[in-house]
């Protein structure tokens, strides 16, 4: 469950190599359709690399969608081919969405960005008061918290609400700096999009998006629920990647109940409007949507990733030796995505996969970005495909490192009951030789595997049951999380923790 829950903020980007003329390269419509026909081997080379089933991509260029094609097919084994207009989940590239949003209401005077969040959310709690009380709207969108990566991203996928997600950030370890460390995470969004919709009196963020930018922009393919891409008579087929890429269903838990983290479902035509108002510097066929200079804020570094590349808001700002690029990627259960542009070259690329992402939309896009641009010539594709191999090598590695075993005797004194101050409670069952676990407040039912070596250390994969089959299908069936049942000096269990950073939770034993 963890690889699907990651947001695919692919940071390792090839190097380039350092040349003494740095000024930007200022591309025409000419010059880049004379990329096209190499553009296009790559295209094909990356979805032969990555095993992408198919993909549709968008170029603009001076305020106009000079390319749209689509590659491949909808959905691995049917006959159905991958148009601009096919629908696709977008992912993380939401979260340069609600940036523009908070843009709009600092703009109308509703909020400013060094607003305390807890100000606009009492609720927004963390285990550091200061880091509680110094947490500002900008902060929400700018991954500088310091504090776990990912951190209770997968509690989604075990059917918590919003309002679960936003207090389990209490519990999330505060790992680095604050304001000085980058952490991608995704709930902050969450509380980003509530405080947009609170200021602007709507009922939801994205009922606050569609007024403010869906429809002054025209994108009107452009939705935000599992209902939505599935009535899509053109959508494209999520996949996830096993031997080869195997078909994975649309449901609310992910990335939907994400909001304003990664909701958004989306296809060219519309992704292209969306950075034509980029771009534009906030204006859209004549009319300012947003300022220019608190949209400048959102493009703004906030804290380095590497040596050339820094998150912003929302946006990935990356410095290369002939111009920046703002961009931002997105990956979900079977989709990966990017969008970006260059901000001084008046020009945009938006790539849509469905498979989960990679690493293709990335490499593709510096692919195009370098040429553009007149940067040293760099093979992304045979890179990236390189680092996602490593990716995958390391990730069966660390499978590896947990043997199963057979069930102790000693797993008799685990069954009972458990509470968690976040995730309530839980109980555990031992019945027909194995340990199950149900997560009271949302009836998940999680699969306990011992482990060889330690009788009080298992594994735990969400069984396929009422309404988690479809994120069960999701997560291939991988483990999401270690657990170890902890005891006291006379050898009474008193708790069952969590082992993962990422899912920092403990349950109390109840008492017998």
Known sequence: MKSIIR?????????????SDTSAQQPSQASIEALLPDFEKQVTEGMKAFSVPGLAIGIVHDDKLIYAKGFGVRELGKPDQVTPETIFQVGSTTKAFLATTLAQAVDAGRLG??????DHVPEFQLADPWVTRDFRVLDLAAQRSGLTAYVNDALTMLGYDKQTL??????????????????????????????????????SWTDSLQQSLLTPLGMGATTATAE????????????????????????????????????????????AKWLRLQLGRGQFEGKVLVSEDNLDVTWTPRVAMNERTSYAVGWVAT???????????????????????????????????????????????????????GNPVVDNIALGAAALK????????????????????????????????ILGDATIVLADGKLGLTLEKTEAQLLLEPNKDDPYL???RLAPTGAFVAPAEMS???????????????????????LSPELPHSFARAAQ
């Open 228 to 271: 939505a891409i599935t009535a899509a008579p053109n959508h494209a087929q999520g996949h996830r990647l096993a031997n080869k890429p195997i078909p994975v269903p649309f449901h609310p838990s992910f990335p939907y109940a994400m909001g304003p983290a990664g909701a958004l479902n989306s296809n060219i035509p519309d992704m």
């Open 476 to 498: 291939g069936g991988e483990p999401f999380v270690r657990l170890r049942f902890e005891t006291d000096a006379a050898g009474k269990i008193t708790q069952m923790r969590w």
């Open 7 to 19: 947001a695919a903020l692919l940071v390792g980007l090839a190097a380039i190599s350092g040349i």
């Open 319 to 373: 410095a290369t030796p002939r111009g920046r690029i703002i961009w931002h990627n997105g990956g979900t259960a079977g989709f990966g995505a990017h969008a970006g542009f260059l901000p001084d070259g008046k020009t945009g690329i938006v790539i849509l996969t469905n498979l989960e992402n990679g690493g293709m939309p990335d490499s593709l896009a510096m692919w195009f970005y370098d040429r553009v641009l």
């Open 390 to 421: 490593t990716r995958r090598e390391a990730a069966r590695a660390e499978a590896a490192g947990f043997v199963p075993g057979p069930l102790s005797p000693l797993a008799t004194g685990f069954a009972g009951s458990y509470a968690s101050p």
């Open 113 to 118: 960005w060094n607003d305390p969040v807890i």
């Open 458 to 460: 298992f594994q735990a």
């Open 166 to 203: 936003i207090r389990s950030l209490r519990v999330a370890p505060q790992l680095g700096m604050f304001r000085s460390d980058f952490r991608y995470l995704n709930i902050p969004h969450i509380v980003g999009g509530e405080i947009v919709a609170k200021v602007n009196g709507a009922p």
